[in-house]
């Protein structure tokens, strides 16, 4: 297997991994206005600031995923790469024009914070639903 296959294949898997970020920002959602709901009414702030994190590192978890599929897909050989993917790799060298051959991907970083995000998430559920 070749290096321009190997990343052929990892631009598209972290390209499916982004949309980890949709539900995982959803669900941080509502445990942010839950959370926040209880602090209004005397409840912890740190557990409001923790439910905010949560949704936060979901929105993170979607740009770490979609950075590192595009650097690897303008490293790997466009023949290899999906209709879908090609085209919007089409569309981010342009959009980057200049900045998008220093684009480096972060595959540790994609791969971690989606776990950071659902380990916060699933603290906060915890806190505010099984204490």
């Known amino acids: 297997m070749s290096a ?6 990892l631009a598209a898997r972290h390209a499916g991994l982004r949309w980890i970020g949709a ?11 839950l959370a926040a709901t209880g602090w209004a009414q005397g ?8 439910a905010f994190a949560g949704a936060l590192t979901a929105l993170a ?4 995923n979609h950075d590192t599929a595009m650097a690897l897909a303008m490293r790997a050989d466009p023949t290899r790469l999906s209709p879908a993917l090609a085209q919007e790799v089409a569309g981010e060298r342009e959009r980057l024009r200049r900045g998008a051959p220093e684009l480096r991907p972060n595959v540790a970083a994609a791969l971690t914070l989606p776990l950071i995000c659902l380990g916060l998430q699933g603290w906060v559920t915890w806190s505010l639903f099984g204490a």
Request: aromatic share 10%; net charge negative.
């Open 4 to 9: 321009a296959l190997d990343e052929a294949a």
């Open 23 to 33: 539900p995982l920002l959803v669900s941080g959602g509502l445990l942010f206005f």
């Open 43 to 50: 409840g912890a702030a740190g557990l409001a600031a923790s």
């Open 61 to 64: 978890s979607f740009g770490v």
